[in-house]
């Protein structure tokens, strides 16, 4: 087992990328803290870890709330003692709308979440870690990180900066034995894809298969991303396997941005 009683945080770890993240890390043999908002499907999984014969809690957390995250992390070190991974996986897709008619409250509530919510899971777990000169930080970016999409700009300018923030903190965190790094899927198969296709349908008045289509048709694979395909890269990443790399964008897009013709 790759990752034998190591214990690891994994934000958003109820639905999609985080829930199959939470059960891959059991697998390996981590115990598995989830977080998230909604606590009915963090303690599915934390119950499924259970029912496997793996150890895993359910903490209900809004990441954007400082206190919440201060007190997710409290609760798990009371319980384990230590932190050894932390998944950021939290965040929200945010409106599909054009900049010009773009709302600021919904604006600011996609970076509160998906920029800051990961500094602040960042902040508090590197007070353990950094004592104990011990820790891997995983980030859950997008290809929307790596280039823009229309009508998507507040998530796109989100990911982007948990690309500069991966590396940025790499480099701080690197004297401590530290590693932190990102990976950046394109299209996933899931309900977030399902729910983003059917808002840009409606939008651009096609229909949500039109959409999923028009954006996985130069993907080399031509098809999304399994949520275990994303599962197993962070898998490697929080395992020795990966101890040379930090500071790295790991793309799991089924090949989305090579040119070809």
Not at 52 to 75: F, H, L, P, Y
Not at 201 to 216: D, F, H, K, N
Request: glycine share 10%; with cysteine; charged share 20%.
């Amino acid at each position: 087992m790759r990752l034998k009683d190591r214990v690891a945080i994994v934000t958003g770890g109820g639905a999609d990328i985080g829930r199959a993240i939470s059960y891959a890390f059991a697998a390996e043999g981590a115990v598995v803290v989830a977080a998230a908002r909604n606590f009915s499907r963090i303690n599915e999984v934390a119950e499924g870890i259970k029912s496997k014969g793996g150890d895993a809690k359910a903490i209900q957390t809004d990441i954007s709330s400082e206190s919440q995250v201060i007190n997710m992390v409290k609760e798990a070190l009371q319980q384990y003692g230590r932190i050894d991974i932390l998944v950021n996986n939290s965040g929200v897709p945010g409106p599909t709308a054009k900049i010009a008619d773009m709302n600021l409250d919904e604006w600011n509530e996609v970076l509160a979440v998906n920029l800051t919510g990961t500094m602040l899971c960042c902040r508090e777990v590197l007070k353990n870690m950094e004592a104990r000169r011990s820790g891997n930080i995983i980030n859950i970016g997008s290809e929307g990180g790596r280039s823009g999409f229309p009508l998507r700009s507040p998530y796109c300018v989100s990911k982007m900066g948990i690309i500069g923030f991966t590396e940025t903190l790499a480099i701080e965190a690197g004297d401590y034995n530290i590693r932190v790094n990102c990976i950046s899927p394109a299209a996933v198969r899931g309900e977030r894809v399902i729910n983003m296709s059917k808002a840009k349908a409606e939008a651009e008045g096609i229909s949500p298969e039109e959409v999923l289509a028009r954006l996985t048709r130069n993907y080399c694979l031509k098809r999304p991303a399994e949520t275990s395909e994303v599962a197993a890269a962070a898998v490697f990443l929080a395992s020795d396997e990966s101890s040379a790399i930090t500071g790295h964008t790991l793309v799991v897009n089924c090949g989305a941005h090579i040119d070809h013709y």
